[in-house]
């Protein structure tokens, strides 16, 4: 052997010893084991002391009281010179969440293998690409240990719980951030500002042959060059590569009745997600959603083979997604008009390779009825149509600023955690706004993450001048978090802060009458308004059932005086149009 041959072996004997030494307990066990949060983040730090491209820092708070943790790393780029200054300006970054759900741990061990073996330089990239790893998110959920609260799942044989320390489904947080960790989380965000965001999942739906779904953010949803880039060119080159992997992928599967074969509709990732959240700030967001029911094994492995894709994939294209981002964040500024609903379109139709099993149905041993089941002696392969393009359903037009009394501090807070520039009168001011009166909602009936969310919201909006108080905020827009903005504070977008039960407050009328003091009133007040007489007519002449009633008619008269209080109903987020 020669001398330069023997040098060789022995750096590769070298390397691997020391490799050897950064063993997850997911590999340490033969695929049964998923990391626990201490021995997650103690792996970590020893990769961070030891490596100077890892680094491990801590973030905020979260309701089981610990910080949240932040693993940073960057691949070198194997085309990148120092004298390339373009290139080195143009590093995009990735965002990786794990565990928000901690029953669904595959991306934790995912993540420790990809950022070890960067470390060590066996994953690398053409160009330098920033990762940044949130390693496990919910921390409450994760400490909460055992292996039956996912009855559907095949392992790992210990792993967290869905809630975190509030109970909190954590990914439904990300508007209305009851938890600390969404707050946290908000904060990492805007300080990274990723261009692509991974958040690691598993189902827990139908029975099929593939071993991961993606769930990406809907394209025309996230709209703009982003969304035109992701639909025509990042995602189909993320589904090519998983194929030649031998992982092939499907979108997130989105049917429940057992038979495919008419088809099914994008997921709508509505902000309250965090790829919906991730969206309204012009990232490129997807949701990998391994299948429960295979091996644990095969879940992880596939979860770090989409790892290393999306990672490849983003160092090619990395100067058209920093570009297209800085495009999008320009258009979410100066955009005089936003969608807030959509819906599908029924008249565009994609499809999809769907590899799954024949559902049957069987009768239960345990019910003795008949039950849904899926035949694995039976597979099959089918062209799927997928209903993967989205019209909008309202568009509502940009105002100068909003106005937004300085009382709805919870709603503020949000605001400025999401990076929303907002000031503050210096002195008592009346100005002309446009005012917003809720006409109609519908409250749910039963609790949903702690709120009692409305859906069905119309509105009216009227002129008015309306004094607001030193300290009270103006929001002036004109800046990329517009889009946020906008999606919040119209009361019939989606996700709003109304729909999410942050002004309430408005909908009880604090003040009231007594039928025998206001009847007194009324008879005066008609006596010299005969256009408020000639309405209470027209008004029993339409209705009956009003007519034949006291505190009906009374009601109406007093809601058309000066004695009924403005703020009732009077959505108080205001508009300078």
């Known amino acids: 052997m020669t001398l330069s041959r023997y040098v060789f072996v022995l750096f590769l004997l070298i390397v691997g010893s020391a490799h050897a030494q950064y063993i997850t307990p997911f590999e340490a066990t033969d695929s049964q084991a998923t990391s626990t949060y201490g021995q997650c983040i103690k792996f970590y730090e020893n990769l961070a002391k030891n490596f100077k491209n890892v680094s491990v820092k801590t973030f905020g708070s979260t309701d089981a009281g610990y910080p949240l943790h932040i693993i940073e790393t960057q691949t070198l780029g194997t085309q990148t010179t120092k004298k390339n200054s373009k290139v080195l300006q143009a590093i995009p970054t990735i965002l990786i969440n794990n565990a928000i759900h901690p029953g669904e741990p595959d991306g934790v061990d995912a993540s420790m293998m990809l950022v070890r073996d960067i470390a060590f330089g066996k994953i690398n990239t053409p160009t330098p690409v920033k990762i940044v790893i949130i390693p496990i998110y919910n921390i409450g959920g994760s400490l909460n240990r055992s292996g ?219 019910t003795l009825l008949p039950i849904l089941s899926y035949n694995h002696t039976k597979p099959f392969t089918k062209t799927i149509p997928f209903y993967n393009y989205l019209v909008t359903k309202e568009v509502v037009n940009k105002p100068k600023q909003f106005i937004i009394p300085q009382g709805w501090h919870a709603v503020l807070q949000r605001l400025q955690a999401n990076g929303v520039p907002v000031l503050r009168f210096a002195n008592d001011t009346v100005v002309w706004v446009q005012c917003t009166r809720i006409k109609q909602y519908k409250p749910a009936t039963r609790p949903y993450e702690k709120h009692f969310k409305h859906s069905q919201i119309t509105t009216e909006t009227y002129y008015d001048s309306v004094l607001f108080l030193k300290g009270d905020y103006y929001l002036p827009l004109g800046h990329s978090t517009d889009r946020f903005v906008m999606e919040t504070l119209t009361p019939q977008a989606d996700d709003s802060y109304f729909a999410w039960n942050f002004f309430d407050a408005i909908l009880q009328q604090k003040e009231g009458f007594a039928n025998y003091r206001w009847n007194d009133v009324a008879e005066q007040l008609l006596a010299s308004n005969p256009t408020l007489l000639q309405q209470l007519e027209a008004k029993r002449a339409a209705d009956p059932a009003f007519a034949a009633s006291n505190d009906a008619q009374l009601d109406f008269l007093y809601k058309k005086s000066p004695y009924y209080e403005k703020v009732h109903l009077r959505y108080p987020v205001f508009q300078v149009r």
């Open 148 to 366: 039956v609260s996912r009855v559907n799942q095949n392992g790992p044989i210990s792993y967290g719980f869905r809630g975190n320390a509030q109970n909190l489904d954590l990914n439904r947080d990300f508007i209305k951030a009851d938890s600390r960790e969404a707050i946290t989380f908000t904060q990492i965000f805007h300080t990274y500002k990723p261009h692509v965001f991974i958040d690691n999942h598993v189902s827990d739906g139908a029975d099929y042959q593939h071993v991961m779904t993606l769930l990406t953010t809907q394209h025309n949803k996230l709209g703009g060059p982003v969304g035109e880039f992701l639909h025509q060119t990042f995602e189909p080159a993320i589904y090519a590569s998983m194929k030649q992997k031998n992982f092939p992928l499907v979108p997130y599967v989105n049917f429940e009745d057992g038979s495919p074969e008419t088809g099914w509709q994008a997921f709508f990732d509505g902000p309250r997600y965090s790829s919906g959240f991730a969206a309204l700030h012009g990232a490129l967001a997807f949701v990998p959603e391994t299948h429960m029911l295979k091996p644990f094994k095969d879940r992880v492995l596939a979860t770090f083979e989409l790892l290393k894709t999306i990672l490849q994939q983003t160092s090619h294209h990395a100067k058209t997604i920093v570009q297209n981002k800085a495009l999008q964040q320009l258009q979410m500024a100066t955009a005089t008009q936003y969608p807030i609903s959509w819906k599908v379109d029924s008249t565009r139709v994609d499809s999809v390779v769907f590899m799954g099993y024949k559902a049957e149905t069987k009768v239960s041993k345990a």
